[in-house]
């Protein structure tokens, strides 16, 4: 049985721009190579943290990309606790994505029709700040680990149609 308090009172993760497991919005699409989008990053809305997060950190993987561990689109460490909404391309510290760049980079996959799941995973932290600078994905996990006391996540989905 779930108990309904306690399921609205859960650390959680939203976006006024997509729904979960929803299309993501041209805007949020990166504008480059095939895609036209703006690569303007989808505001993001959190709440219910747990007590003692001491900050946040913010990973987006596209799972569906056919590279091992998937494609990373977004890494964003030493959020403040005190933040509870990120607003386009915020500056907090930007770690590295697979396109070697320290910013947002917009879904961008194959135009095949086949839609791409974007996860986006925020992670509430009993540490301050990470002293590292420019963490990949895979960097950053090593270093909240031990540190996470939760995690909460959305799903964008962008498919991009043959032309």
């Known amino acids: 049985m779930i108990d309904q308090e306690a399921a609205k009172r859960a650390f959680r993760l939203t976006s006024p721009d997509f729904e979960d497991n929803g299309p993501m919005p041209e805007r949020n699409v990166y504008n480059g190579m095939h895609c036209h989008g703006q690569n303007e990053a989808p505001t993001l809305h959190w709440e219910h943290a747990p007590d003692g997060t001491q900050s946040f950190a913010l990973l987006v993987n596209d799972i569906d990309a056919p590279v091992a561990g998937g494609f990373h689109h977004w890494v964003v460490y030493n959020i403040p606790a005190s933040v509870s909404q990120l607003e386009g391309n915020d500056p907090y510290e930007q770690g590295t994505t697979s396109m070697n760049t320290h910013a947002y980079f917009g879904p961008c996959p194959p135009a095949t029709g086949e839609p791409h799941h974007y996860i986006f995973t925020l992670y509430a932290l009993k540490t301050a700040h990470i002293q590292e600078k420019g963490l990949t994905f895979e960097g950053l996990i090593q270093a909240i680990g031990g ?9 964008g989905q962008y498919q991009n149609v043959p032309e």
Do not use: G, I
């Open 147 to 155: 540190h996470v006391l939760a995690a909460t996540t959305l799903v």
